[in-house]
């Protein structure tokens, strides 16, 4: 990755909708170049999807919460069983294993308080969640998915 892939990734992060010539103007490039080296970027694992961030309160589920969980016991199958249900349950928007305390971090978003409820009554009942610490968003002063390009030294 070269100066010129951060610009591209930049570009793209600021948005994602410019037109492929928009990007290659913005860095300099001509179509068939910048075309060709999101090609590789995306190849090459460092651009893995493209997508478009929502408005949760629009869409009806302004209730936006992190919750640290931490699971019981750790059968493979139970395990499995929790990261199925977490890929599929639309109203966890994000999950991550952590060190510390817990051992997973998940981003909620629900139409209301009894709804996540709910929602961690049925992963502690169906599975094995011990211990949740739940904290309710009152207002995001920043909110990117976002990451600046950097090129590696060298």
């Known amino acids: 990755m070269d100066d010129l892939d951060v610009r591209l990734l930049n570009a793209l992060q600021k948005n994602s909708r410019a037109s492929l010539k ?7 490039l001509s179509i068939p170049a910048t075309s060709e080296r999101l ?4 190849r090459a694992g460092i651009i893995t999807g493209y997508s478009v ?7 009806g589920r302004p209730f936006l919460c992190f919750c640290f969980l931490t699971l019981g016991a ?11 249900f977490i ?8 999950c991550h294993r952590i060190t510390g305390g817990h051992e997973y971090l998940v981003k909620i978003a629900t139409r209301s308080p009894r709804e996540l409820e ?31 390009a950097i090129a590696p030294k060298g």
């Open 22 to 28: 928009e990007i290659a103007t913005q860095v300099c």
């Open 39 to 42: 090609r590789k970027l995306e």
């Open 53 to 59: 961030i929502v408005d949760n309160e629009k869409l």
């Open 74 to 84: 750790h059968d493979s199958h139970r395990a499995e069983s929790f990261l199925e």
């Open 87 to 94: 890929r599929s349950e639309p109203d966890i928007l994000e």
């Open 118 to 148: 709910e929602l961690l009554v049925r992963m502690r009942d169906d599975f094995g969640v011990i211990k949740t610490d739940t904290h309710t968003i009152l207002s995001s002063l920043k909110s990117s998915a976002a990451a600046p």
